[in-house]
T-cell receptor, first 111, second 116 residues
Framework: GENVEQHPSTLSVQEGDSAVIKCTYS??????FPWYKQELGKRPQLIID?????GEKKDQRIAVTLNKTAKHFSLHITETQPEDSAVYFC??????????FGKGTTLSVSS | EAGVTQFPSHSVIEKGQTVTLRCDPI?????LYWYRRVMGKEIKFLLH????????ESGMPNNRFLAERTGGTYSTLKVQPAELEDSGVYFC??????????????FGSGTRLTVV
């Protein structure tokens, strides 16, 4: 089955800096790659997703890139703010299956 | 639209007791998923329903866990008998028949289970 590796497990940045979180997946048939943000005590919330027929997608300060050949995808957050502090999860799936999540990255943005 | 509803929000039980968690998905969502997050670690897949059928239960840890989805609507996850290592936050999520870009899953708020 699918296996998703996520790095780093923790990331500390200064407000205004950029943050990058990287994931790799094992199943070349996976075609959908969402990113979720989970704030303390709350439910995971979808922040951005990308399909395998797209290499990059951007939504304001957040972008995701996908390299299908290398089976890598990354989350980029620019101009980080304290409210970006949370745990971020990447995930992958192929059609008809459940999302498999990475182990999460705890992002801390200090002002 | 109403979101995914889970209850109870918290449950504290003694080792050996039984607990039943419930999830009400978004109306019209055929896909329902159970996940567990233990000790702040990864969101680990447990089970996937399509309507009332178990599509994939490969993540269920052992036969102390039993999931049902009556009539393809709400789902229950029963743990019997509960062990200390079952403690964690159990999340339910639902999605439409096919993953819709920009939608993904909608998660419930989770049930925090503590086994003492």
């Amino acid at each position: 089955g699918e296996n998703v590796e996520q790095h780093p497990s923790t990331l500390s940045v200064q407000e205004g800096d950029s943050a990058v979180i990287k994931c790799t997946y094992s199943d070349s048939a996976s075609n959908y790659f969402p990113w979720y943000k989970q704030e303390l005590g709350k439910r995971p919330q979808l922040i951005i997703d990308i399909r395998s027929n797209v290499g990059e997608k951007k939504d304001q300060r957040i972008a995701v890139t996908l390299n299908k050949t290398a089976k890598h995808f990354s989350l980029h957050i620019t101009e980080t703010q304290p409210e970006d502090s949370a745990v971020y999860f990447c995930a992958a799936r192929k059609a008809g299956t459940a999302l498999i999540f990475g182990k999460g990255t705890t992002l801390s943005v200090s002002s | 639209e109403a979101g995914v509803t889970q209850f109870p929000s918290h449950s504290v039980i003694e080792k050996g007791q039984t607990v039943t968690l419930r999830c009400d998905p978004i109306s019209g969502h055929d896909n329902l998923y159970w996940y567990r997050r233990v000790m702040g670690k990864e969101i680990k897949f447990l089970l996937h329903f399509v309507k009332e059928s178990k599509q994939d239960e490969s993540g269920m840890p052992n036969n102390r866990f039993l999931a049902e989805r009556t009539g393809g609507t709400y789902s229950t996850l029963k743990v019997q008998p509960a062990e200390l290592e079952d403690s964690g936050v159990y999340f339910c999520a639902s999605s439409q028949a096919a993953a819709v870009p920009g939608r993904g899953y909608t998660f419930g708020s989770g049930t925090r289970l503590t086994v003492v």
